[in-house]
T-cell receptor, first 115, second 115 residues
Framework: DVKVTQSSRYLVKRTGEKVFLECVQD?????MFWYRQDPGLGLRLIYF???????EKGDIPEGYSVSREKKERFSLILESASTNQTSMYLC??????????????FGPGTRLLVL | AQKVTQAQTEISVVEKEDVTLDCVYE???????LFWYKQPPSGELVFLIR??????QNEISGRYSWNFQKSTSSFNFTITASQVVDSAVYFC????????????FGKGTRLLVKP
C-alpha cells in the first residue's frame, strides 16, 4: 500500500513564527504536492514537485515555500506564519509524468492553527 | 475551462438506504481522468477509483458503484445499503492528459448516514 505520512496531525503556532510541515512517501513517487483545504473553498494547490530539487507554484503559493532535497520528502515552509494560514494542509504523491493523470495519494493532513 | 461540479453540498440518509452522489465535469479535452476520494472525519483523503475517458464501463466494488456517462459529462457514485461508516465528505476530481499535475477538485459532498 502507498503510504504518505505527515509530521504532525495538529500544530499551534504564533503569528510570525517560521513553520515547517513535512511529508514523507514510501512508494518512490516522483511527484509530490501540498494542498490546503478550507471550508467553502475546497482543496487548493500550493506547490508541487516533480523531481528532487524541482518545484512549481500551484494556485496559491504566496506566503509559502517548499523544499525537496530527497525524493521521498517534501517540506512546506511558512516563512512568517499569519492567521490567514490557519488551515488543513494535505500532502499527496503520485507517479511521475505529466501525461498520464496518475492517482494522487494523500497523507492524513495537518491541522494548523496560527494564533 | 475545466470544472467539476458537485451540486449536492450535503446529503443525509438513514442506514441501509441507497444514495447517489453526483459529479458533473466540464472539459474540451478528449483524454482525461476522473477520480473519487473519500474524506472521513479523520481528514485523510482516501482514493476510491480512477477512470479514464475511454473507459465508460461502469464499475462495481462491493457496495460502491460508479456510473460514467460521457454524453452527460457525469461520473456519479452510488453507495448501496449505506452504513454509518460511509459518513464522510466525498470529492470528485478531474485530471487532464498532459497536465498530470493538475487535479481539479469539486467542492465535495458531505454524506451523513444516520443509524
Amino acid at each position: 500500500d502507498v503510504k504518505v505520512t505527515q509530521s504532525s496531525r495538529y500544530l499551534v503556532k504564533r503569528t510570525g513564527e517560521k513553520v515547517f510541515l513535512e511529508c514523507v512517501q514510501d512508494m518512490d513517487h516522483e511527484n509530490m504536492f501540498w494542498y490546503r483545504q478550507d471550508p467553502g473553498l475546497g482543496l487548493r494547490l500550493i506547490y508541487f514537485s516533480y523531481d528532487v530539487k524541482m518545484k512549481e507554484k500551484g494556485d496559491i503559493p504566496e506566503g509559502y515555500s517548499v523544499s525537496r532535497e530527497k525524493k521521498e520528502r517534501f517540506s512546506l515552509i511558512l516563512e512568517s506564519a499569519s492567521t490567514n494560514q490557519t488551515s488543513m494542509y494535505l500532502c499527496a504523491s503520485s507517479f511521475g509524468g505529466r501525461a498520464s493523470g496518475e492517482t494522487q495519494y494523500f497523507g492524513p493532513g495537518t491541522r494548523l492553527l496560527v494564533l | 475551462a475545466q470544472k467539476v461540479t458537485q451540486a449536492q453540498t450535503e446529503i443525509s440518509v438513514v442506514e441501509k438506504e441507497d444514495v447517489t452522489l453526483d459529479c458533473v465535469y466540464e472539459t474540451r479535452d478528449t483524454t482525461y481522468y476522473l477520480f473519487w476520494y473519500k474524506q472521513p472525519p479523520s481528514g485523510e483523503l482516501v482514493f476510491l477509483i480512477r477512470r479514464n475517458s475511454f473507459d465508460e464501463q461502469n464499475e462495481i466494488s462491493g457496495r460502491y458503484s460508479w456510473n460514467f456517462q460521457k454524453s452527460t459529462s457525469s461520473f456519479n457514485f452510488t453507495i448501496t445499503a449505506s452504513q454509518v461508516v460511509d459518513s464522510a465528505v466525498y470529492f470528485c476530481a478531474l485530471s487532464l492528459e498532459g497536465q498530470g499535475f493538475s487535479f481539479i477538485f469539486g467542492k465535495g459532498t458531505r454524506l451523513l448516514v444516520k443509524p
